[in-house]
């Protein structure tokens, strides 16, 4: 007789297939982040050199004089002497220059994805740059593009700023100033980010022996040392014509306006004015920028006006706001020109984070032209906010109020006769014969 064993069947388990989705689901999450993803190469151009200047020409495998013009791209090297400087940039987004006696390397530039990458490595000397109005809108609203730069000790990524780095000033030192925007400070690290700091305008920090100093104001010596960042700022004839443009969208005051520009002396101040087109409302906003940090500066924006007689409008109004991250100042004032000669000055105060109309009026009875309108920054109170920004939008001339039309003599006599006849012509009842009254009606609502 045969006998036959048969094992207990054991129940389904649904935990294991679950584990294995997940485990999949996992994988191919981390594939899809960590994955090598395709890639275009990108590079700074050119732009300029002076002195003693080299680029390492990566087919040659030698180093040669840069060309103006020619891409700094992925692995190449630039090299200046005791005289040298190169200017080079991502169009209208990145300007950077490399100082004297400086090493600077284009560690990787590319675009993956929807993404624009750039990092720098700064391995001694000097680096000034200073990002745009498009470069912060893409890193804000979008978060399409990403720049930094490394040093042997550091990691610096600037966030819609103005700055100045400073590599290896001393043993494991780098310094980094910041006139605009700000920018993040931080140790180099294998594996985990280690703390950094935040540098504001005006301010400056150090990484010493792998640590980031707390910023601190800097002094007039500090500034002289900066200012020269704001030379990157500089608008080329393209981008000045495409500024006139803009500017007849931000109001019809612009109607009267044929140039403007911003006017600052070098050594002692800064002034930048853009116009430029808001992404979410498509309205046109002037961005004014003002830096009078030395004692006695002064700065400001300048409109040139044509046939502009402000005898045949009331006044001027506009929107105005301040920077949430930047200063307001303590010293501005709106004048207006005639023939070189201030013939009404106003002083807007109280600005606010959100925009505020405000109006003057010009009481003009008497025909007066005006050739200029200047916005003016001082530094004539002590204080804090030595450099901030403006913003102002719908820049409008008010027009006179519309006078009631004059009436005719001739329509005055007319009315008077036809009314004089009107009342000899009505009957005057009799006393012997009063009218019998009637009841009026009286709403009780």
């Not at 999949?24 to 003693?52: H, K, N, T, Y």
């Not at 490595?121 to 109005?133: N, P, S, Y």
């Not at 612009?254 to 911003?262: A, L, Y």
Request: charged share 25%.
């Amino acid at each position: 007789m045969t006998i036959r064993i048969e094992k207990p069947q054991q129940k389904g388990s649904y935990w294991q297939p679950l584990i294995v989705v997940l485990v999949i689901a996992a994988g191919l999450l981390l594939w899809s982040r960590f994955a090598p993803q395709p890639s275009v190469s990108l590079a700074f151009e050119i732009l300029g050199f002076e002195g003693d200047a080299k680029i390492y020409d990566l087919q040659s495998r030698s180093w040669r004089v840069p060309k103006r013009g020619e891409a700094f791209a992925t692995s190449q090297k630039l090299m200046t002497g005791a005289d040298g400087i190169i200017n080079l940039q991502v169009e209208n987004q990145i300007m950077l220059r490399l100082k004297e006696n400086a090493e600077l390397s284009n560690k990787e530039s590319k675009s993956q994805g929807k993404k624009d990458i750039y990092r720098l490595h700064l391995e001694k000397g000097v680096l000034l740059g200073a990002t745009t109005k498009e470069f912060e809108r893409k890193l804000i609203f979008g978060k399409s593009v990403s720049f930094e730069v490394t040093t042997p000790h550091s990691i610096v990524t600037p966030s819609g700023a103005v700055f100045r780095i400073l590599a290896g000033r001393g043993p494991n030192e780098d310094f980094v100033g910041v006139l605009r925007g700000s920018v993040e400070l931080a140790p180099t690290s294998f594996l985990f980010p280690k703390k950094g700091v935040r540098i504001r305008g005006l301010e400056m920090a150090g990484l010493i022996n792998g640590v980031a100093q707390t910023p601190r104001k800097v002094d007039a010596k500090e500034w002289q040392e900066m200012k020269e960042s704001y030379e990157l700022l500089a608008k080329s004839a393209a981008m000045e014509a495409e500024q006139i443009n803009l500017s007849k969208l931000a109001g019809n005051f612009f109607d009267v306006v044929f140039d403007h520009g911003t006017f600052f002396t070098p050594k002692i101040g800064y002034a930048g004015r853009d116009f430029f087109k808001d992404p979410d409302s498509g309205q046109v906003f002037l961005e004014t920028e003002y830096d009078v940090f030395p004692t006695g500066s002064f700065c400001g924006v300048y409109i040139k006006t044509r046939d502009f007689d402000i005898s045949k409008y009331a006044g001027l109004s506009f929107e105005i706001r301040r920077d949430a991250e930047e200063g307001v100042p303590e010293s501005f004032f709106i004048e207006l020109k005639s023939k070189g000669n201030v013939i009404r000055r106003f002083a807007p105060r109280n600005f606010e984070k959100d925009w505020k109309l405000v109006e003057f009026d010009f009481h003009a009875p008497k025909s007066v032209i005006v050739s200029e309108v200047v916005f003016v920054f001082t530094n004539a109170r002590v204080g804090e906010a030595k450099k901030g920004m403006l913003e102002f939008r719908n820049i409008n001339l008010i027009p006179l109020p519309k006078a009631a039309a004059p009436v005719p003599q001739d329509a005055v006599h007319a009315a008077m006769a036809s009314q004089v006849e009107l009342l000899a012509s009505q009957q005057v009842p009799s006393p012997a014969a009063p009218q019998a009254s009637v009841p009026k009606e009286v709403s009780l609502e």
